[in-house]
């Protein structure tokens, strides 16, 4: 493995620069005292109960790295293609990506026939396998697997898309939400003033439509300037000294 010929020559490097005049007992014994965790502990273990009891002839570092290598050889490429086909998996990506990545590793494997066909049902998403499960008539190659598998996932993830389109619209029938206080094209009877946060109304034609009932007459902007208001009443006119008017009405 590349983990093991790193700490080797990690190891070399160290001894020749800090421990060159040291004595191999001692070399041997900081490599070991690095050798930590998992597999690795556990052969250092072993190796210093056999050292303790006189069954190994490990007294030099090169002795030592010998033994890591021939106990710790590199795996061959097929037998690391095999434990990748093993647990490869889909998961969240598309079908497309994981047979393109099960094709990569399935070469140079030894896997074929059924055992391959197998081990890629395996590492499909479980919606697909189903799928496939339940058509009345199964692929019989990997080829026609993995094209249907294909086939199926991205039927799948078109309806999904589909069904998410078609929820916002029925969320927003009318398409795109007037913002608040706006105003609706129309004429006639149609609603041409929404109700706003100034307390105006709908207006419907030539009436404002309050919360009560209709109005008659013109609408108004209700922020803007009442001019008129305060004409009539108790003011007198100064032409005719009359209440209820003034001169320029008339």
Known sequence: MEEVSAFINAACLYIRMKMREEAATTQVAWVLLYMQGGVAEAWKDNLLDKLAKGESEVDTVEKLFTK???DFEETS??????????????????????????KKVARGSGYEGR?????????????IRRKLAEAEE???????????????????????????M????????????QPKGGSYGG????????????????RRGGNTLNRGGYQSGPWRDPNAMDVDRGIG?????????????????Y
């Open 77 to 102: 490429e097929e037998e690391r293609k095999i434990e990748q086909l093993r647990t490869i998996e889909q998961g969240g990506r598309t079908c497309d990506e994981y047979v393109q990545e099960f």
């Open 233 to 249: 009443g108790d003011r007198k006119c100064y032409h005719c000294g009359k209440f209820g008017h003034m001169a320029q009405n």
């Open 187 to 202: 004429r006639g009877g149609q609603i041409t003033q929404r109700w706003g946060d100034n307390g105006g109304g709908y």
């Open 138 to 164: 199964l692929p019989s190659t990997i080829e026609e697997w993995q094209e249907r598998a294909v086939r199926l996932d991205r039927n799948q993830r078109q309806s999904r898309a589909e069904e998410r």
């Open 166 to 177: 078609l929820g916002r619209n029925a969320a927003c029938p009318g398409g795109n939400a």
């Open 68 to 70: 890591i290598r021939n």
């Open 115 to 127: 055992p391959l066909i197998e081990e890629f049902k395996r590492g499909l998403s479980g919606a």
